[in-house]
């Protein structure tokens, strides 16, 4: 088994493919540990769960990665004990490689909007992550992230954009901020400092 410290410096590196040499399920299990991270690990961190619960899914244990999910929205509560600010995106790269496990908890991503305590932007990024797998949820996430197009925080606006776009909505006509605002998202495997402008495809 591989020690946390080594798991952290592959992650970081974004060789997510060596993590199939070794047990997936504790894999899985330790990098929740890691999200509660800053920027930009966070993400790294969170794109590698995806990952590995990606290949437990294809594996055929949908339900350990029902667990994760649980245990990923557990995180998000008070009675946790344990606030778990990069849970969201957590959730959002499992809902992008794991479409059996993630059905059944589409529809408490785009409630996770309404929840004040929880980063928005990273429920935003992580709705937007999901893509096809999240675009029949209800409420519609599509309109409920449009409301946040109108946010006085580019960073917030920034990111529902990118997720927007993902979900095939055209933000084009609906944006009163200056788009030459710069903000610094998660782009690529890093953190980039871009203008609104640039985010529109």
């Known amino acids: 088994m591989i020690d946390k410290k080594a798991l952290r410096e592959i992650i970081l ?3 997510y ?3 199939e040499e070794f047990n997936l399920r504790k894999i899985a299990t330790s990098t929740i540990s890691f999200l509660y991270s800053d920027e930009p690990e966070v993400f790294l961190f969170a794109e590698a769960l995806g990952y590995v619960c990606g290949l ?4 055929g244990e949908v339900e350990f990665v029902r667990g994760i999910l649980r245990r990923l929205f557990w995180h998000l509560r008070d ?3 344990a606030y778990c600010r990069g849970a969201p995106l957590g959730i959002g790269e499992i809902g992008r490689r794991c479409p059996l496990a993630f059905e059944g908890f589409k529809n408490m991503l785009v409630s996770l909007l309404e929840n004040d305590e929880v980063e928005v932007e990273y429920v935003i990024y992580a709705i937007g992550v999901c893509g096809r797998s999240i675009k029949s949820a209800y409420p519609s996430p599509v309109e409920e ?3 946040f197009l109108r946010s006085d925080n580019p960073k917030v606006v920034a990111y529902t954009i990118v997720s927007l776009q993902r979900l095939g909505y055209d933000v084009s006509s609906e944006l009163n901020l200056d788009l030459k605002n ?3 998202i998660y782009r690529n495997g890093m953190m980039e400092e871009v203008m609104l402008s640039e985010l529109l495809v």
């Not at 437990?56 to 594996?59: A, L, N, T």
Request: proline residues 0%; glycine residues 10%.
């Open 56 to 59: 437990i899914e294809q594996g």
């Open 182 to 184: 710069k903000v610094r």
């Open 145 to 147: 992230l449009k409301k």
């Open 79 to 81: 009675e946790s004990g």
């Open 17 to 19: 493919k060596k993590l």
């Open 13 to 15: 590196r974004r060789e």
